[in-house]
């Protein structure tokens, strides 16, 4: 009997294919053929009901956007062309950055820097006037009444002029201040007692003139709302205006660090792009490349270079302008206080008096007047020291000598009210010029300090201003350059994209 040859169908009935051999595969072939297979492969057990289509055992794990963005941008670094879109994207975005924050903290910078010479000095300059001028009103008003009933139309118009003045200062002053401030209760603070205080030297020299004791009384009243009440509150105006100006150039003067360190970051990241182009093409420059790094290093060196012409220039309009000047406002406010003193001496005659020590009392005002004059003395000393030029020594030097003098006039003067010569003591206070009076030397240590103020003022305008200067046009100018530069590195990198196309 004849067998058939194996592999073969039965005669009538089509042959079965035989499968041709797989060759040996990798491993990750040969799982994903095994993985097709399997997927092709029919399903044991029931089929489907009728109307649903058949699912798999195990669906796959659905993949978030991120794990997707972050195998593309895998799989682009492997290649050549991909690498280089990224170190485009990474460099104009360091660029970017750079200008963006050496724009954004420059402009508060200059910003800083423009309120201090136009701001905060100002009102804190003004906030010292009106302490100066409420002082000076109170020496005018205590020197006319005694003169009494021929007060000089200069002393009067000395107050008038002094009490006008406190007025427009206060107006500035709660023009420029915030709503509900400690600065704004201080200003309707001193709104609330200037026309009171005005009002009691109207009645003490109203009363003078006729003769009446009460007018000293009403003066020494007067002077005590000035001293204990008005007077604080302008110097505690004072402080808060030079705190504020304090502020401004803490905002000021700080290096822009941040800016500072993208800087060097974009510069290095521009270096190295350029090392591994001329490593891996041989080819010496690329344009872009260099235009950026042109383009970055003039704005990390302006941005250098400019801070640091302007903190030199604000560190010397403080030490040689606001120092200066808030030493000269102590020393002229305490002349002017001396001297308010020296006059209540007189018009007291003893009425008020302060226990120095178990053995020495002393005339309350002219125990004030001596603390007044140690203040003056160190103040000129200091402010002397702190000159840095003939020009700001020299005011200052004539106020000394005119002090000294001062000193020795009043001491006669006292001399003389003790020994019961109170018209010579008066004439040696308000006398004529025959009289060689303590007014003369007030008048010249006035006058000499404020001369020292306005050649300060002018150097702390000057050194004020060369500072914010120094920081013009350099936000705008960071911001285009970084553009460019940003601009130059995309078109740098997108020469050497074209190569591959």
Same mark, same amino acid.
């Given at each position: 009997?004849?067998?058939?040859?194996?592999?073969?169908?039965?005669?009538?009935?089509?042959?079965?294919?035989?499968?041709?051999?797989?060759?040996?595969?990798?491993?990750?072939?040969?799982?994903?053929? *095994?993985?097709?297979?399997?997927?092709?492969?029919?399903?044991?057990?029931?089929?489907?009901?009728?109307?649903?289509?058949?699912?798999?055992?195990?669906?796959?794990?659905?993949?978030?956007?991120?794990?997707? @963005?972050?195998?593309?941008?895998?799989?682009?670094?492997?290649?050549?062309?991909?690498?280089?879109?990224?170190?485009?994207?990474?460099?104009?975005?360091?660029?970017?950055?750079?200008?963006?924050?050496?724009?954004?903290?420059?402009?508060?910078?200059?910003?800083?820097?423009?309120?201090?010479?136009?701001?905060?000095?100002?009102?804190?300059? #003004?906030?010292?006037?009106?302490?100066?001028?409420?002082?000076?009103?109170?020496?005018?008003?205590?020197?006319?009444?005694?003169?009494?009933?021929?007060?000089?139309?200069?002393?009067?118009?000395?107050?008038?002029?002094?009490?006008?003045?406190?007025?427009?200062?206060?107006?500035?002053?709660?023009?420029?201040?915030?709503?509900?401030?400690?600065?704004?209760?201080?200003?309707?603070?001193?709104?609330?007692?200037?026309?009171?205080?005005?009002?009691?030297?109207?009645?003490?020299?109203?009363?003078?003139?006729? *003769?009446?004791?009460?007018?000293?009384?009403?003066?020494?009243?007067?002077?005590?709302?000035?001293?204990?009440?008005?007077?604080?509150?302008?110097?505690?105006?004072?402080?808060?205006?030079?705190?504020?100006?304090?502020?401004?150039?803490?905002?000021?003067?700080?290096?822009?660090?941040?800016?500072?360190?993208?800087?060097?970051?974009?510069? *290095?990241?521009?270096?190295?792009?350029?090392?591994?182009?001329?490593?891996?093409?041989?080819?010496?420059?690329?344009?872009?490349?260099?235009?950026?790094?042109?383009?970055?290093?003039?704005?990390?060196?302006?941005?250098?270079?400019?801070?640091?012409?302007?903190?030199?220039?604000?560190?010397?309009?403080?030490?040689?302008?606001?120092?200066?000047?808030?030493?000269?406002?102590?020393?002229?406010?305490?002349?002017?206080?001396?001297?308010?003193?020296?006059?209540?001496?007189?018009?007291?005659? #003893?009425?008020?008096?302060?226990?120095?020590?178990?053995?020495?009392?002393?005339?309350?005002?002219?125990?004030?007047?001596?603390?007044?004059?140690?203040?003056?003395?160190?103040?000129?000393?200091?402010?002397?020291?702190?000159?840095?030029?003939?020009?700001?020594?020299?005011?200052?030097?004539?106020?000394?000598?005119?002090?000294?003098?001062?000193?020795?006039?009043?001491?006669?003067?006292?001399?003389?009210?003790?020994? @019961?010569?109170?018209? #010579?003591?008066?004439?040696?206070?308000?006398?004529?010029?025959?009289?060689?009076?303590? @007014?003369?030397?007030?008048? *010249?240590?006035?006058?000499?300090?404020?001369?020292?103020?306005?050649?300060?003022?002018?150097?702390?305008?000057?050194?004020?201003?060369?500072?914010?200067?120094?920081?013009? #046009?350099?936000?705008?100018?960071?911001?285009?350059?970084?553009?460019?530069?940003?601009?130059?590195?995309?078109?740098?990198?997108?020469?050497?994209?074209?190569?591959?196309?």
């Amino acid at each position: 009997m004849t067998q058939p040859p194996k592999g073969t169908a039965p005669p009538g009935q089509p042959a079965t294919p035989t499968m041709p051999a797989v060759p040996p595969q990798s491993g990750a072939t040969a799982a994903q053929y *095994g993985a097709t297979a399997t997927a092709t492969a029919p399903r044991s057990g029931p089929p489907s009901p009728p109307g649903r289509p058949a699912t798999p055992d195990t669906a796959p794990a659905r993949r978030t956007a991120w794990a997707e @963005g972050v195998d593309r941008l895998r799989a682009a670094a492997t290649t050549e062309p991909g690498r280089l879109r990224l170190i485009g994207a990474v460099l104009a975005l360091l660029v970017v950055a750079f200008g963006a924050v050496t724009a954004w903290q420059m402009t508060e910078r200059s910003s800083a820097a423009d309120d201090v010479l136009h701001s905060s000095q100002p009102l804190s300059a #003004g906030a010292a006037d009106i302490y100066r001028s409420l002082a000076d009103a109170n020496t005018a008003a205590s020197s006319g009444f005694l003169a009494g009933g021929q007060e000089s139309a200069d002393t009067r118009d000395r107050y008038e002029k002094d009490i006008r003045t406190a007025a427009q200062g206060l107006i500035t002053a709660a023009a420029n201040s915030d709503p509900g401030s400690p600065s704004t209760d201080t200003i309707a603070k001193l709104n609330k007692l200037l026309p009171e205080y005005k009002g009691l030297i109207e009645r003490a020299r109203a009363n003078n003139r006729q *003769g009446y004791p009460l007018g000293g009384a009403y003066l020494r009243y007067a002077n005590e709302k000035m001293q204990q009440q008005m007077l604080p509150a302008a110097e505690d105006l004072y402080k808060r205006e030079n705190a504020r100006l304090s502020a401004d150039y803490a905002d000021a003067k700080p290096y822009p660090w941040a800016a500072i360190g993208l800087g060097v970051l974009a510069l *290095g990241g521009l270096f190295w792009a350029q090392r591994r182009h001329y490593h891996r093409t041989n080819r010496v420059l690329n344009q872009g490349l260099v235009a950026a790094t042109a383009a970055s290093a003039v704005v990390l060196l302006w941005l250098v270079v400019g801070h640091s012409v302007a903190r030199a220039g604000l560190n010397s309009s403080y030490d040689h302008g606001v120092r200066s000047l808030n030493v000269l406002h102590d020393a002229r406010i305490a002349s002017l206080k001396a001297r308010g003193n020296e006059n209540l001496t007189l018009v007291s005659r #003893g009425a008020e008096t302060k226990q120095v020590s178990t053995t020495q009392v002393m005339d309350l005002y002219d125990y004030d007047f001596q603390q007044d004059m140690k203040t003056l003395t160190k103040g000129l000393a200091l402010a002397e020291g702190i000159a840095d030029d003939t020009a700001g020594k020299k005011p200052v030097e004539a106020a000394t000598a005119n002090m000294k003098v001062w000193k020795s006039r009043h001491q006669e003067a006292r001399t003389a009210d003790d020994s @019961g010569d109170y018209q #010579g003591a008066l004439n040696k206070v308000i006398g004529s010029a025959a009289d060689k009076p303590t @007014g003369e030397c007030f008048d *010249g240590v006035d006058t000499n300090l404020a001369a020292a103020l306005t050649h300060e003022e002018s150097e702390f305008k000057q050194a004020a201003g060369n500072g914010r200067d120094a920081m013009s #046009g350099l936000p705008a100018g960071a911001a285009v350059l970084a553009v460019l530069a940003a601009a130059g590195a995309l078109l740098g990198i997108g020469r050497r994209l074209s190569e591959y196309r």
